[in-house]
């Protein structure tokens, strides 16, 4: 409260899916914080969920800095064998036919011995992502600690056994948003010290990249269930931000406003799972942040004519302080580039630039 005695709006941080482009989110929130602003809910999904773990277990600003200027010695991006064989057949088959004759028997020996850890070709029928999640799992395990989460915390899981959204959170004990937020979430998932880091390594497992989740620990409802990214099914939380009752909302966008050229390449299996990804996620979070301006348009307009939110269809509803930051021109990176550090630190870069210049909220 100020000195006069009234509360400060309480606010929240939406971060949605990108991969290696939430380098560009990263960048966003650690000047937002430099410039004095906190965040007393944070929501994320993918890669937001990754960098809304880091927020919320805070220090912020200082562990984004840290993650993401040293992210690609991590090596989080690993193709599976089969994926690496088959992918050296292809360019061993592309020199058979470019090269010379003499370089020809080469590259023919070279492809028969690519073309060994294709076999048995049954093992394609069991490949569920053409993505290690070793190195991710260890990237979180060394990052991600559950006793460290000092602010509010929502994301989301797809349940690919159930077909739906699944939302995860931790509140801080006396939290006054919590029981608001559990009547309208009824089915969400209290995080514990044993499933956190698998649920939030689920939120980001893009489907065909990696490979679908088992989240230990889970109530009784939800156990043996199998995840892929929230992203699937629900890219960004602006809901359960508003569930948990927040009054202004931040929500970051890894796309500008109007879509730059062919910023989503792909090539094997796994780029073209995460480009569409992308595409979608983007898409989403765009209709998601459109109808919060309409909902607040339509309470505006009812309250104005009837002093009554019960009418229109927006009965119980209130306005909330909306602000997107975005980039003003295409990333310079992919989703899945976190082995270019060079592109990563020029996302950041670009994210602490749009930060300085963030918009006011409105209504």
Known sequence: MDAAGVRDPITALV????????????????????QGEEFDIICGTSIGAINGAL???RPAAATLRTVWSTISTVGVIKEIP?????????????DVRTDSTLRKVGDVLHAVEDAAGLFPLSQFLTISGGLDPNPIIAFLK??????QLMLPFVFAATNLTHGSSQVFYKFPEGFPGTTNFLTAENDAVQLTGDCYTEAVRASGAIPIAFPPVAIPALPAAQAGSQYVDGGVANNTPIGQAVHAGAERITVIFMDPETDGPDHYPSGNLAQVAAACYAVMAQTILQADFDLALRTNQAV?????AAKDTSANGVKGKRQIGLREIRPQAALPLTILDFDKQDLINRAFALGVEDAKNAPPYRT
């Open 15 to 34: 971060l949605s899916g990108g991969g290696a482009r939430g380098a560009y989110e990263a960048g966003v929130v650690s000047q937002l914080y430099d």
């Open 55 to 57: 927020i919320a277990q």
């Open 300 to 304: 505006a307009a009812t309250d104005a």
């Open 82 to 94: 089969a994926v690496e064989s088959g992918q050296k057949l292809l360019a061993d088959l592309q």
């Open 142 to 147: 060394t990052n991600l600690n559950f006793a």
